[in-house]
C-alpha cells in the first residue's frame, strides 16, 4: 500500500527527491502544493514536471475522508464524520472560540484504553492512524475555513484514541502542521492529551518542545482511578504523578490536568481536597480543567450539580491551583468524543 502524501515530512520530502534524482527545491514545492495550496490531486501541481507528478503518483496517495457527516451546533462547533478508505470512521470537531478556531483530532480508530465514562472506548480499538491521516484531519478543516477566509489557530489532540499509544505517528504530525513552511501553528497553540502512558510522558518531556500537554486524570488516587481507567492498572497513579513532575522539571512549562467531574463518584469536597495535596508539589506550574461529564447512552454517569462544580474549584483555587471549568460546546450534536461514530457503528451493525 503506498504511504499517505501527508505521512512525510520535510525532511522526507527532502530525501525522496534526492533519492528520485531531482533537484532539492522539488520537496519545498511538493510540500507548498500539500500545504499551503492544499490540491487534492498530483495532476494540480503544474509547476512540476509532468515526469515528477506521474513519479509522485507512483508512490504516493491522498488521504480519503469520505464524508459520512457534518454537524453544526447553535454554538458553532461543527462535527465531521469521516470514513477513511478501509471504511473504518473517525470524527474532528471544529470549535469557534474567541480567540479563534480550535481543531479536535483523532489519533486511532477506537480505543483500548477503557475509561469507563467515555463513547470512544465502545468497541475498542481496531487500528493506529498514520500521521497522514492525522494531518489530513486538520488540512480539511482549513480548507472548509478558507470559504471564509479564516485559519486554524489551533489543535487539541484530543478526539477519539490515546495519542502515546500512537506515539510516532502523533510525533510526526505535530511536526508537519507547526512546521513554517506548511500549516505553521504555533507550537503553544497545540495541546496533545493523554490518560497516562507514562514511558511516552518521559518521552515527550525528553523532546523540549513547546508544545502544550495535558493529563487525563480524573481522580485524585489510585483505587478510584483504577476504577475509573484501566490504563492505571498498567500504569499506576504514584508512577503517573512522578512522570509528571519529571516532565514539569525538566521542561518548566505548565501542565494541565483533566478532571471529567462525574455526580457522586468524584466530585465531593473530600476528591478536591485530596487532588490539591496530590498536586501541591507541582505548583504553581500546574493548572486543572473541570469538565463536566457528557452524558453517553451506553454509560451511567450523571453529571454534577452546577453548584457542586464551583465548589470544588473554590477548593482547589484555596490551595492556590488555577482551575478553569471547561465551556461545553455541541452538545447538542453529540459533539463528546466518539458519540458519533458509536451511533455509526451501531447502524452499521443493523
Same mark, same amino acid.
Given at each position: 500500500?503506498?504511504?499517505?502524501?501527508?505521512?512525510?515530512?520535510?525532511?522526507?520530502?527532502?530525501?525522496?527527491?534526492?533519492?528520485?534524482?531531482?533537484?532539492?527545491?522539488?520537496?519545498?514545492?511538493?510540500?507548498?502544493?500539500?500545504?499551503?495550496?492544499?490540491?487534492?490531486?498530483?495532476?494540480?501541481?503544474?509547476?512540476?514536471?509532468?515526469?515528477?507528478?506521474?513519479?509522485?503518483?507512483?508512490?504516493?496517495?491522498?488521504?480519503?475522508?469520505?464524508?459520512?457527516?457534518?454537524?453544526?451546533?447553535?454554538?458553532?462547533?461543527?462535527?465531521?464524520?469521516?470514513?477513511?478508505?478501509?471504511?473504518?470512521?473517525?470524527?474532528?470537531? /471544529?470549535?469557534?472560540? %474567541?480567540?479563534?478556531?480550535?481543531?479536535?483530532?483523532?489519533?486511532?480508530?477506537?480505543?483500548?484504553?477503557?475509561?469507563?465514562?467515555?463513547?470512544?472506548? $465502545?468497541?475498542?480499538?481496531?487500528?493506529?492512524?498514520?500521521?497522514?491521516?492525522?494531518?489530513?484531519?486538520?488540512?480539511?478543516?482549513?480548507?472548509?475555513?478558507?470559504?471564509?477566509?479564516?485559519?486554524?489557530?489551533?489543535?487539541?489532540?484530543?478526539?477519539?484514541?490515546?495519542?502515546?499509544?500512537?506515539?510516532?505517528?502523533?510525533?510526526?504530525?505535530?511536526?508537519?502542521?507547526?512546521?513554517?513552511?506548511?500549516?505553521?501553528?504555533?507550537?503553544?497553540?497545540?495541546?496533545?492529551?493523554?490518560?497516562?502512558?507514562?514511558?511516552?510522558?518521559?518521552?515527550?518531556?525528553?523532546?523540549?518542545?513547546?508544545?502544550?500537554?495535558?493529563?487525563?486524570?480524573?481522580?485524585?488516587?489510585?483505587?478510584?482511578?483504577?476504577?475509573?481507567?484501566?490504563?492505571?492498572?498498567?500504569?499506576?497513579?504514584?508512577?503517573? /504523578?512522578?512522570?509528571?513532575?519529571?516532565?514539569?522539571?525538566?521542561?518548566?512549562?505548565?501542565?494541565?490536568?483533566?478532571?471529567?467531574?462525574?455526580?457522586?463518584? %468524584?466530585?465531593?469536597?473530600?476528591?478536591?481536597?485530596?487532588?490539591?495535596?496530590?498536586?501541591?508539589?507541582?505548583?504553581?506550574?500546574?493548572?486543572?480543567?473541570?469538565?463536566?461529564?457528557?452524558?453517553?447512552?451506553?454509560? %451511567?454517569?450523571?453529571?454534577?450539580?452546577?453548584?457542586?462544580?464551583?465548589?470544588?474549584?473554590?477548593?482547589?483555587?484555596?490551595?492556590?491551583?488555577?482551575?478553569?471549568?471547561?465551556?461545553?460546546?455541541?452538545?447538542?450534536?453529540?459533539?463528546?468524543?466518539?458519540? $458519533?461514530?458509536?451511533?455509526?457503528?451501531?447502524?452499521?451493525?443493523?
Amino acid at each position: 500500500m503506498k504511504p499517505f502524501v501527508y505521512d512525510l515530512t520535510l525532511d522526507d520530502w527532502q530525501q525522496w527527491v534526492k533519492d528520485q534524482g531531482e533537484a532539492a527545491f522539488r520537496a519545498g514545492q511538493i510540500y507548498h502544493w500539500l500545504y499551503v495550496k492544499r490540491v487534492d490531486s498530483f495532476e494540480e501541481m503544474s509547476n512540476l514536471s509532468k515526469g515528477l507528478r506521474q513519479k509522485l503518483d507512483d508512490h504516493f496517495r491522498f488521504v480519503t475522508l469520505d464524508e459520512v457527516g457534518k454537524y453544526e451546533s447553535k454554538d458553532g462547533t461543527i462535527k465531521f464524520l469521516f470514513e477513511l478508505q478501509d471504511k473504518n470512521a473517525i470524527e474532528t470537531v /471544529i470549535m469557534k472560540h %474567541n480567540y479563534g478556531n480550535s481543531i479536535c483530532v483523532t489519533t486511532q480508530v477506537g480505543c483500548r484504553v477503557g475509561c469507563t465514562f467515555c463513547a470512544s472506548t $465502545l468497541g475498542g480499538l481496531r487500528r493506529n492512524l498514520s500521521s497522514g491521516e492525522i494531518v489530513a484531519q486538520v488540512v480539511r478543516a482549513q480548507k472548509l475555513l478558507d470559504q471564509s477566509g479564516e485559519r486554524v489557530s489551533s489543535i487539541v489532540v484530543m478526539g477519539i484514541g490515546e495519542p502515546f499509544e500512537n506515539y510516532d505517528a502523533t510525533m510526526s504530525f505535530l511536526r508537519n502542521v507547526i512546521h513554517p513552511q506548511g500549516l505553521n501553528i504555533g507550537q503553544r497553540h497545540i495541546t496533545v492529551s493523554t490518560s497516562g502512558i507514562v514511558p511516552n510522558i518521559y518521552r515527550f518531556a525528553d523532546e523540549q518542545t513547546q508544545i502544550n500537554l495535558a493529563i487525563s486524570i480524573h481522580a485524585p488516587n489510585d483505587a478510584l482511578r483504577s476504577r475509573l481507567m484501566p490504563v492505571n492498572r498498567r500504569f499506576p497513579f504514584k508512577d503517573l /504523578i512522578e512522570a509528571c513532575k519529571y516532565y514539569i522539571s525538566k521542561t518548566g512549562r505548565r501542565l494541565t490536568f483533566e478532571y471529567a467531574l462525574m455526580g457522586g463518584v %468524584n466530585d465531593q469536597p473530600e476528591h478536591a481536597e485530596e487532588l490539591a495535596r496530590v498536586l501541591e508539589d507541582m505548583l504553581p506550574l500546574c493548572h486543572v480543567n473541570l469538565i463536566p461529564v457528557n452524558f453517553v447512552v451506553e454509560r %451511567n454517569f450523571v453529571r454534577t450539580p452546577r453548584e457542586d462544580i464551583f465548589q470544588f474549584q473554590r477548593i482547589l483555587e484555596r490551595h492556590k491551583i488555577n482551575t478553569t471549568i471547561r465551556r461545553e460546546q455541541g452538545s447538542d450534536i453529540a459533539a463528546a468524543c466518539g458519540q $458519533l461514530r458509536a451511533k455509526h457503528m451501531e447502524l452499521s451493525a443493523r
